[in-house]
């Protein structure tokens, strides 16, 4: 959780440590600044500096100036990378309020900087020692902009807060967080935010013949889990639900399939990184209130070549029924993910969208840069979580799923098999998905985006939370229209 307090201000404290958001010709008179001080701003934006510190005495003064140049996406992402700069100066005094001062009467722009700020002081330090180390992050932050609204400031709080869980989720190692310490953290995140929570067990997993799930278990000695959240408030505006399915992979070695351990195995601890995402965003959806019916699935395990773990050339037979060839004990997730599609079924959804590390074909494909999409019968819902991808720079591209793809996936003694061959596995990944649905449907292979092995500004070294702020946005703003 994070540490402070954000709160919305009607009044200017220049004698407050204080950041300022101008544009190039904004008018800082309200700033309280000197002739003297006044003078040396200008000489640095004549020179186009960005990010120009004023003094640096008992307090400080600080300015970012914004390029309206920019499209509005690009400066929102500006906000949020600039903040880098600001983290250093904060994180060298020991001031415990800040304030952050909006010129230029743009509520967005402002918040995306308090937001970059707060992103940026995230580390996962739980099993280190502390040493006497202190956090010098101010304790509140106050906000000032013409435009903006309490909720918009309690909002952000809450959705910082989700990211922050999510990516302690991710950054877990297993020794902490098995696939029942994962649906355990669920049912705590329930109680404590007003959604609510179910687990299945084995026994209930077993009932229902889940061969999936159940099959990629079959090598650990911990039991699976399948989590169902469910976010329906009064007001919500959605008569039929949109189900939340994330892939709950707490470690995977690859099974008899087994991954290489130089950056492959030695980070598998992620692959629950869509499960921590779709906990992630019922947090934010439930702590600000926002009026949508939506259900999340989380099947979950790890995938170990251990006991009596399934064999290249098995055959498991489905929740739906589908006999499904494993020609690779790696291609795991969409064993999961299938059995939690055809589950899906039975709530009639407006749509689906899951959330998977599913393929290293997708990183390899676009990198680091976005997630690869996959969608069906949901063009409207896809173009909105597009436009909500480029506000919240958790970018989509779009691949297609044409046919001609499905005749990879034959198997001579199955229905299907799990991976298609060397070429397109991205794609192939999402065909077979593709075979378990009924409804709209948007695939999100997040293996690219889920986990940095170095430092990239707000997003951080290790989980990323990818798909938190995506799909807030995307519920906030389209999900009810």
């Known amino acids: 959780m994070i540490h402070t307090r954000l709160q919305k201000t009607s009044e200017i404290s220049p004698d407050l440590p204080s950041v300022y958001l101008i544009g190039k010709s904004t008018d800082i008179s309200a700033g309280g600044f000197s002739d003297e ?9 004549e020179k186009n500096d960005e990010f120009i510190l004023v003094h640096r005495l008992d307090s400080y003064k600080c300015l970012v100036v914004n390029d309206y140049t920019r499209p509005f996406f690009s400066q929102l992402e500006f ?34 900087l308090v937001e970059g700020l707060i992103l940026n002081n995230y580390r996962f330090d739980k099993y280190q020692r502390k040493d006497g180390r202190k956090d010098n992050f101010p304790d509140l932050i106050s906000i000032y902009s013409a435009n903006l609204r309490e909720e918009n400031v309690s909002n952000l709080e809450v959705l910082c807060n989700a990211v922050y869980l999510a990516r302690n989720l991710v950054n877990e190692p297993l020794s902490h967080l098995n696939a029942e310490g994962l649906a355990e953290e669920i049912r705590n995140l329930a109680g404590n935010s007003g959604f609510s929570a179910e687990v299945m067990g084995k026994d209930r997993i077993e009932a229902l013949q889940m061969g999936g799930l159940l099959a990629v278990n079959r090598g650990s000695i911990d039991p699976p889990t399948f989590s169902i959240l469910e976010w329906k408030p009064e007001n919500c505006v959605n ?11 707490v470690y995977d070695t690859g099974g008899l399939s087994l991954k290489p351990t130089a950056k492959s195995m030695d980070y598998m601890k992620s692959d629950m990184a869509g499960a921590a995402a779709v906990a992630g965003v019922f947090y934010a959806l439930a702590g600000c209130g926002i009026p949508v019916h939506v259900i999340g699935l989380v099947p979950a395990t790890d995938n170990r070549p251990g006991g009596n773990a399934i064999v290249p050339g098995d055959v498991i037979t489905m929740y739906d029924g589908t006999s499904v060839e494993v020609m690779n004990t790696d291609a795991e997730g ?16 407006h749509l689906v969208i899951d959330l998977a590390t599913l393929t290293g074909s997708a990183s390899a494909a676009i990198g680091m840069q976005g997630s690869v999409a996959m969608q069906k019968s949901a063009d409207e819902w896809y173009e909105a979580l597009e436009e909500s991808g480029y506000y919240t720079h958790e970018r989509l591209v ?37 075979h378990f649905i009924s409804f709209p449907w948007i695939h999100l292979d997040i293996a690219g985006t889920a986990f940095l092995h170095s430092d990239d500004n707000y997003r951080k070294k290790g989980g990323t939370a990818v798909g938190v702020r995506l799909l807030f946005d995307f519920f906030s703003k389209h999900a009810g229209k």
């Open 37 to 45: 001080e006044k003078v040396y701003i200008n000489k640095r934006i």
């Open 79 to 112: 906000m949020r990378t600039v903040s880098r700069k600001l983290l250093s100066l904060v994180s060298s005094n020991d001031h415990t309020s800040l304030v952050m001062v909006d010129l230029v009467n743009d509520s967005e722009l402002i918040l995306a």
């Open 239 to 249: 008569e039929k639900p949109i189900v939340l399915i994330g892939k709950g992979i």
């Open 334 to 349: 969409r064993l999961i993910l299938a059995d939690a599609l055809s589950w899906a079924k039975q709530y009639d959804p």
């Open 398 to 434: 779009e691949f297609p799923l044409w046919e001609e793809y499905m005749d990879m996936l034959k198997s001579d003694i199955a229905d299907i098999k799990n991976i298609g061959g060397k070429q397109a596995g991205a794609i192939t990944a999402g065909k077979f998905l593709e």
